[in-house]
């Protein structure tokens, strides 16, 4: 099989019918899937409980764990054990839990994995918001004696999202995604996570969702006090003569977030050392590489291996706004 070419790469999402999700995923990118709850969209992943399966070209059929153990470095362009990130689209109708994920030490700890993550609002209705970190003067033993009153809500930092925002959530920053959010979620891959509060919701059986409050207090960062999104107006759009721009928006130590607008061609380069994953948020573009060509539209996802050291995106329909995530 490792005879077979790389070439861009796409996957059968994966969707998770959770009780906040809602159908917004399916219905602005035009997935034409039966009604139901599509609260999430695993768009790249290579997880036991999700896995990305290729549906286009020659690889068809073939998992992303399977073309990671084949093609290593070429498909990723560093080694690794497993593909290091998972992309997902949220779509929360109702209130997500108040949860936190474990940092390297935090995991180490608690015997789970660590994870990083971070969110791009796709889009946001009137008053949306999201939940990040705690009030000033919330200690342990205060937000303890919130959650046994059942008022834990009341000591999390609030910041009202539109769409184009971006806020990260680095391992040990207690948070909780509000309604009528839909974001792109970048993360390292691990599907930890410690709810500490869950609104007095019922699960679909009738019961309480399970919490794991004891492990999530031993990794929670309680300094982590209002922190805010990222700082869009430190990172302009550096447009070229033809109306093409590029521009990161995060750098963390396991991935890196940009935003291209593109107006006509750009010429993208991975240098072998990475792959790129694109996100097309609005419009559609032409994907060329070597004397091949595809068609990339608004909602889709594409993964271009680092084997594929240069490619070109060249706007369709006007212009187009794709989110690239690379390694650092």
């Known amino acids: 099989m490792e005879d077979i070419p790389l070439y861009p790469l796409c996957f059968q999402p994966v969707y998770k019918d959770y009780i ?7 219905l602005q990118y035009n997935r034409g899937l039966p009604p139901g709850v599509y609260a999430e969209s695993w768009e790249i992943a290579d997880r036991p409980e999700g896995m990305s399966v290729v549906v286009n070209g020659a690889l068809a059929g073939r998992d992303l764990f399977s073309l990671m153990k084949s093609y290593g470095e070429k498909l990723m362009g560093r080694a690794f054990t497993e593909f290091p990130l998972l992309v997902k689209i949220i779509d929360a109708k109702d209130m997500l839990s108040v949860q ?3 940092d390297e030490a935090g995991a180490k700890d608690t015997g789970g994995d660590p994870k990083t993550e971070m969110w791009y609002v796709l889009a946001a209705e009137p008053r949306a918001k999201v939940y990040v970190g705690v009030k000033p003067g919330v200690t342990p ?14 000591l999390l930092g609030e910041l009202p999202v539109a769409r184009g925002d971006v806020i990260l959530i ?5 948070h909780a995604i509000g309604p009528g959010c839909m974001l792109l979620e970048v993360m390292q891959n691990s599907n930890t996570t410690y709810r500490l509060f869950d609104w007095k919701r019922l699960g679909k059986d009738g019961q309480p969702r399970a919490l794991q409050v004891n492990k999530a207090l031993k990794v929670v960062r309680w300094n982590d006090q209002n922190p805010s999104k990222v700082d869009l107006a430190s990172h302009p759009m550096p447009f070229d003569g033809d109306g093409n721009a590029t521009v990161e928006l995060l750098k963390t130590p396991f991935f890196r977030f940009e935003k291209m607008i593109l107006a006509k061609s750009l010429q993208c380069v991975t240098g072998g050392r990475t792959f790129h994953i694109l996100f097309v948020e609005d419009g559609a573009a032409e994907l060329s590489y070597k004397s091949e060509k595809m ?3 608004s909602g889709m996802t594409v993964l271009v291996p680092a ?3 240069k490619y070109k995106l060249t706007s369709k329909r006007k212009s187009a706004t794709i989110l690239r995530v690379s390694l650092p």
């Open 100 to 102: 936190v994920h474990p």
């Open 295 to 297: 068609q990339i539209e």
């Open 170 to 174: 680095p391992g040990g920053r207690i």
């Open 141 to 154: 033993a205060s937000f303890k004696e919130a959650l046994s009153g059942e008022k834990a809500g009341e």
């Open 307 to 309: 084997a594929l050291s």
């Open 20 to 26: 906040w999700g809602g159908n917004k995923i399916a």
